[in-house]
T-cell receptor, first 116, second 116 residues
């Protein structure tokens, strides 16, 4: 069975400072990894994903994550955060799709709070 | 615009009542999902459906029921057997055929159920 661990439930950071949100996963097979973002009282939106190829993946708004197979990690980083990045971030894992569909297992989420 | 519509956004229920949450998508996706979100617990899968007239239990299906009579619709009924139904419910969909695997789930904006 897959599982995802997000050790930090809350991460406060000042605007323009760097941030790292940690994600570790366990899976016995090849995995696909995702980061989703959720703004208050809204659904989740895909931020970035690793399916194959380069282990460093980037989003359009400056976030990046690196797939590290030996450490079973997929940490999310941003070199300089903005107040608008305040949201909850979820790491998720999926194994190879079986016959259609895409069941994701989510972590418990990390609340990023950017302060002025 | 293509997307997923959940209704109602807010719902109050008395103990012992069944309630049905609506989820409609116009993305032409085969697969649909229901997740439950509780503070500090992330998202947990209730039910999912990979094709019309077929669905499977997720990790926390007890006290819930679903139907999938049309590709576009995947309603969730929270029955009186669900002991702790107050939560934020998220519906999602994904493409499961006809193209390379993307892994992405598309989410609705959620329905917040409160039991009085």
């Amino acid at each position: 069975a897959q599982s995802v661990t997000q050790l930090d439930s809350q991460v406060p950071v000042f605007e323009e400072a760097p941030v790292e949100l940690r994600c570790n996963y366990s899976s016995s097979v090849s995995v696909y990894l995702f980061w989703y973002v959720q703004y208050p009282n809204q659904g989740l939106q895909l931020l970035l994903k690793y399916l194959s190829g380069s282990t460093l993946v980037k989003s359009i708004n400056g976030f990046e994550a690196e797939f590290n197979k030996s450490q079973t990690s997929f940490h999310l980083r941003k070199p300089s955060v903005h107040i608008s990045d305040t949201a909850e971030y979820f790491c998720a894992v999926s194994d190879a799709p079986t016959g259609g569909g895409n069941k994701l297992t989510f972590g418990t989420g990390t609340q990023l709070k950017v302060e002025l | 615009d293509g997307g997923i519509t959940q209704s109602p956004k807010y719902l109050f229920r008395k103990e012992g009542q069944n309630v049905t949450l609506s989820c409609e998508q116009n993305l032409n996706h085969d697969a649909m999902y229901w997740y439950r979100q509780d503070p500090g617990q992330g998202l947990r899968l209730i039910y999912y459906s990979q094709i019309v007239n077929d669905f499977q239990k997720g990790d926390i299906a007890e006290g819930y029921s679903v139907s999938r009579e049309k590709k576009e619709s995947f309603p969730l009924t929270v029955t009186s057997a669900q002991k702790n139904p107050t939560a934020f419910y998220l519906c999602a969909s994904s493409r499961s055929s006809g193209g390379p695997y993307t892994g992405e789930l598309f989410f609705g904006e959620g329905s917040r159920l409160t039991v009085l």
